[in-house]
Structure formats: structure tokens, C-alpha cells
């Protein structure tokens, strides 16, 4: 009687044992020479994610110049571009003005979301 509860046990073992394999097996099978989910890639004319991107940074400083493409420059040498979309009096921002500024990080340019004029 005991060697037949042993005999179960370890074959009750031995299913536990395959089928927790199985169980840690990929669910997905992947074709070869497609890649793996990842990388897949948008389809064309859709956005693609940056991977340059860096969001919430803040930066303060005197406004030196300002060019026609709205790129302001800092005093400190600092180049920060304001898009149109975001909303700045242009009468108030000029050389001189100290400015409180976030930004993110976008292909290497820093892109203001949200300008202050401080006093």
C-alpha cells in the first residue's frame, strides 16, 4: 500500500512538473524573420514615439534675444523655442525680461509647453 502512494505521489510530481513548463511557455508564436513585438513599427504616417523626449523640466532666466522663428535665448546662452500654441503676451516678452519656462526636450531642442513673464 505505501509503494502505491509513493508511486502516485511522484507521478502527481511529475504532472505538476509539465504542466508548470507549459504554463512558462510563450503564449505567442512568432514567425521567423518577423519581429518580435517591440520593434514593430507604426504604420506609415503615424506618430512615432520619441525615445528623445524629456518631459517637465523647468529653467528660469533673462530674456537676451528672441528671433523671427520665435527661438528665445537666454542670458545665459540657453535656447528655448516657443511654439504658437502656447500662450505668451509677445508685447511683454522682449530682451531683459526675466522669464520661468517648462519645457520638454525634443530632438535635441528645448520646446517651451508653458511660459510666465516674472515681475
Known amino acids: ?7 502516485g505521489v511522484a507521478f502527481l ?4 512538473l ?4 507549459a504554463l512558462a511557455q510563450p503564449k505567442t508564436a512568432q514567425k521567423p524573420g518577423q519581429p518580435a513585438p517591440m520593434e514593430q513599427k507604426a504604420p506609415p504616417g503615424a ?4 525615445m528623445d523626449k524629456q518631459v517637465g523640466q523647468r529653467i528660469e532666466g533673462t530674456v ?3 528671433d523671427a522663428k520665435g527661438v528665445v535665448t537666454l542670458a545665459d546662452g540657453t535656447k528655448l523655442m516657443i511654439p504658437k500654441s ?3 503676451p509677445k ?4 530682451p531683459g525680461v526675466m522669464i520661468s519656462a517648462e519645457y520638454e526636450e525634443q530632438g ?3 520646446v517651451a509647453t508653458a511660459v510666465q513673464i516674472r515681475s
Open 91 to 94: 508685447d511683454k516678452l522682449k
Open 86 to 88: 502656447v500662450s505668451v
Open 47 to 50: 506618430e512615432q514615439p520619441r
Open 18 to 21: 509539465v504542466v508548470s513548463g
Open 13 to 16: 510530481a511529475a504532472v505538476l
Open 64 to 66: 537676451k534675444s528672441i
Open 108 to 110: 535635441g531642442r528645448k
Open 1 to 7: 500500500m505505501m509503494h502505491g502512494f509513493t508511486i
